[in-house]
């Protein structure tokens, strides 16, 4: 079955940097576009980034835009989101997808398949 292990969450202080890792299994991983969302504690879950089944085309919401950096490993199965210059406001546990598709989308709903999260907490 799919599935998608997020890794390489914690603890950091603001100004930090933190790389997250998704390795993808069961799928194959050339066909899916990957998608970065986060949910922080009351809020609903919201759009991060993603990019396409290609690599060739990525895409950020402005909340992190300048700040974060997505790409993807062919030969692992491995998406990766970099995220720099972390603030306490991008506390939150952070989700990858998966969406059968040439391009990623903003939008949670289209997804197909989802990991269990990772925590990502940023002190002031």
């Known amino acids: 079955q799919v599935q998608l292990v997020e890794s390489g969450g914690g603890l950091v202080q603001a100004g930090g940097s933190l790389r997250l890792s998704c390795a993808a299994s069961g799928l194959t991983f050339s066909t899916y576009s990957m998608g970065w969302f986060r949910q922080a504690p009351g809020k609903e879950r919201e759009f991060v980034g993603y990019?396409?089944?290609?690599?060739?085309?990525?895409s950020y919401a402005d909340s992190v835009k300048g700040r974060s950096t997505i790409s993807r490993d062919s030969a692992k199965n491995t998406v990766y989101l970099q995220m720099n210059s972390l603030k306490p406001e991008d506390t939150a546990v952070y989700y990858c997808?998966?969406?059968?598709?040439?391009?990623?989308?903003?939008?949670?709903?289209?997804?197909?398949?989802w990991g269990v999260g990772t925590q990502v907490t940023v002190s002031s």
């Open positions: 997808a998966a969406i059968i598709s040439y391009s990623g989308t903003i939008y949670s709903h289209d997804y197909n398949y």
């Open positions: 990019i396409s089944a290609s690599g060739s085309m990525t």
